[in-house]
C-alpha cells in the first residue's frame, strides 16, 4: 500500500430533513399564541393609558 496525498472524496451533506407535522404546528402555535398575547397586551395598555387620561383631566 501506497501512502499519496491525495485529498478525502467530498461527501455530499444529507439534505435537511423536513421537520415533522407536529413540530411546524407547534410551533406556529406557540408564535400565533405569542403574537395575540402581544396584541392583547398592547391593547390593554392603551385602554388603561385611555382611561387614565380620561380620569385625570
Known sequence: MTHTNTPAPHRILP???RRSTGVRRFRRT????FARGAAHATG????GL???WITHR
Do not use: D, E, N
Open 44 to 47: 390593554t395598555g392603551l385602554i
Open 50 to 52: 385611555l382611561f387614565w
Open 30 to 33: 406557540i408564535g400565533i399564541a
Open 15 to 17: 439534505s435537511a430533513r
